[in-house]
């Protein structure tokens, strides 16, 4: 039997941090940053993970990586279309893609 690489949280730890997750008023609901700062939510995360949240955030909407709405409304418009109503997979690619 494999031994853990670390120890197990305490058993009360999962538990406290969804109590203050699954609040009903969101001015008593635990906010991002609270949820990050949980020993629970902190346990075997690998230490990049905290970095690329704040990384992310610094991006500007508009550069690589972020959809446009277009992009988002031209995939739902697809997505809603009856499969009978969809023309060939490279065409349906081309309309996603807007080319």
Not at 3 to 21: G, Y
């Amino acid at each position: 039997m494999l031994a853990p690489t670390t120890s197990p949280s305490p058993p009360h730890q999962p538990q406290d941090l969804l109590s203050k997750i699954l609040v009903a008023d969101p001015e008593r609901r635990a906010t991002i940053a609270q949820i990050i700062a949980h020993p629970w939510f902190q346990q075997d995360l690998p230490s990049r993970a905290l970095r690329m949240n704040d990384e992310y955030i610094g991006l500007s909407p508009d550069g690589p990586g972020f959809q446009q709405l277009t992009e988002i409304r031209a995939m739902l418009k697809t997505a809603a279309a009856p499969l009978t109503q969809r023309s060939r997979e490279d065409d349906l690619i081309a309309d996603v893609i807007g080319l």
